[in-house]
Structures are given as structure tokens and as C-alpha cells.
């Protein structure tokens, strides 16, 4: 059971997981040794409440095909426990991210004391800059 806070959590069973070779440097062993995890996640077909499915469809992650499946691809590790540990820390922060509810923006304007200040720079910064202009006698 994967928990995602007090009230969600994902059974095991809808999580799947693929062992297959990991990418890059690592000599011999890399050839040879499935370390490197694909977790594949069902977003429609999972437990998870509406909302939260509906969220995670409409993130722009290129992880979630366009079948509502989100692949996690974990080979940082050299072992396969810990790869696997890995994607479902990685699933579990996705799913957390979309349950966080964003502050709306205030709109502030800058007070009337800064504005006259930011102008009044303003001239005097071209006051000095026409001053260093050529004299004309």
C-alpha cells in the first residue's frame, strides 16, 4: 500500500513493475543485470478520488501516455530494490503535487512613494547622462 496522505492511498496491485536493463556507464554488469524499474501507473482505472485522477490527466507531464497511464522510468540506483523504492518516492511526490491546492494571486500595486522615488531617479539619471553629452559653443 503506497500512502499518499491520511485519507489516499494506492494498493500495490494497481502499480505494475518492469525490470529492464538501465542505460549508460557501468561496464559489463549493465548488459547483463535488469536494474533500472518502468513503474506503470493506470490513472483511470485506479482507486484514486475524481478529482484527483482529472487533475493528474490534465497535468502537461510527458510521463502520462494518452491512454491516462503514467510511466516512471527509475535507474539511478544500482540495485533493483532500491530503483523500485525510487518510483514509488516519484509517484507518490506527482500524486502529493496535484493535492496541493494553489494560492490565488493578490494583485499589489507599488505605493505612491516608490513610484515618485523610482521617477525622480529616473530624471535625475538623465540629467546626469545629458550633461555628458558634447558642449556646443
Do not use: C, W
Not at 503535487?97 to 525622480?120: F, H, I, M, N, W
Amino acid at each position: 500500500m503506497l500512502k499518499i496522505n491520511d485519507n489516499i492511498s494506492i494498493p500495490e496491485t494497481q502499480i505494475q513493475f518492469q525490470a529492464i536493463r538501465a542505460q549508460g556507464a557501468g561496464g559489463q554488469n549493465v548488459n547483463k543485470v535488469s536494474t533500472a524499474i518502468h513503474l506503470r501507473f493506470d490513472i483511470q482505472a485506479s482507486s484514486l478520488p475524481d478529482q484527483v485522477k482529472d487533475k493528474l490527466l490534465s497535468l502537461s507531464d510527458q510521463r502520462i501516455s494518452k491512454t491516462g497511464v503514467l510511466v516512471i522510468k527509475a535507474q539511478t540506483f544500482r540495485t533493483q530494490e532500491k530503483n523500485k523504492e525510487d518510483a514509488l518516492n516519484r509517484l507518490q511526490k506527482i500524486v502529493q503535487s496535484v493535492l496541493v491546492k494553489k494560492k490565488k494571486r493578490q494583485k499589489t500595486r507599488p505605493k505612491k512613494g516608490a513610484v515618485e522615488k523610482r521617477l525622480d531617479s529616473k530624471t535625475k539619471n538623465g540629467r546626469v547622462k545629458k550633461l555628458r553629452k558634447k558642449v556646443d559653443y
